[in-house]
């Protein structure tokens, strides 16, 4: 028992120092767009739908500090400068996307497809519009296949950022990014980086499977969740037939999106997504 005690304590140990580096992965992270600003201050591009990497100079890691495993050559000529974009291959891809990042042996085949698009310099001190030719310039130096730039433009008012909006949804994206044109990279949660999408989207953990009814009778009907707020709800949406039959597991995290809330500060039509990665 004392021998096993002790295994434990130190698995105990080992996981908690990893999950601590992962929660201290020193990269930023927006907040929900919200009115009255004056657009031409921002520099704005898409909100790719892939899975955020950090390259280090070194090594490539997920956003929770885990890394990611590449096929031999493809971080070949990238820079020593640490890097914050995005593992992309095309709109509607995420899924397609995951499973190919998540192989610890991986793919050359599933890899061809996908590139490194990087949207930031973290260790950068400079403002946002200075880091921009920063980033063009270190990408067109690495003669590199595999890593591009994520393109940033600019609009003037709310019904241009809208229609943009509007046009990059109806083709299947995800929505847009605002990054002020003055900001510094700031590690956390960042008021000068914006999120627009068509829906809001936050994260919940899973506590209890609600077996279905009628057609879905025998699979899931709908998850009992809380979200970081503490409100309890249920979602029962946004499933295919195989997420029904195999549900995220209970004590998982959960991504949704909702659109509003009550007054009470509940989401509102809140609509499974996705596990979180």
Not at 27 to 39: A, D, F, K, T, V
Not at 81 to 87: A, K
Not at 159 to 176: A, D, H, I, P, W
Request: contains cysteine.
């Amino acid at each position: 028992m004392k021998v096993l005690y002790g295994f434990a304590s130190i698995l105990f140990i080992l996981l908690y120092s990893f999950s601590a580096f992962a929660e201290n992965l020193p990269i930023q992270h927006g907040i929900n767009y919200h009115n009255s600003l004056n657009i031409n201050d921002y520099w704005i591009s898409e909100k790719l739908d892939g899975i955020r990497g950090y390259w280090t100079g070194k090594k490539l890691l997920t956003r929770q500090g885990n890394p990611i495993y590449t096929p031999q050559g493809y971080t070949d000529n990238w820079p020593k400068t640490p890097l914050d974009g995005e593992l992309w291959s095309n709109r509607g891809e995420f899924q397609r996307i995951v499973s190919c990042t998540r192989k610890k042996v991986p793919e050359p085949e599933c890899w061809k497809a996908i590139t490194f698009k990087v949207f930031d310099l973290p260790t950068s001190k400079i403002n946002f519009t200075q880091r921009i030719n920063k980033i063009q310039n270190i990408i067109e130096q690495s003669q590199s296949t595999t890593i591009s730039m994520v393109e940033q433009f600019s609009l003037t008012n709310e019904t241009q950022l809208y229609n943009k909006l509007n046009q990059v949804v109806s083709l299947g994206g995800e929505g847009l990014m605002l990054h002020h044109k003055q900001a510094i990279y700031k590690i956390g949660r960042n008021k000068a980086l914006l999120k627009l999408k068509p829906y809001q989207d936050e994260e919940a953990i899973v506590l209890k499977h609600i077996p279905g009814k009628g057609k879905y009778k025998d699979m899931l009907g709908s998850l009992l969740v809380r979200n970081k707020q503490g409100f309890e709800f249920k979602i029962g949406t946004g499933f295919s037939d195989k997420e029904r039959q195999q549900p995220p597991a209970i004590g998982s995290e959960i991504t949704y999106k909702y659109i509003g809330k009550t007054d009470r500060g509940v989401p509102r039509f809140a609509s499974f997504l996705r596990i979180k990665q």
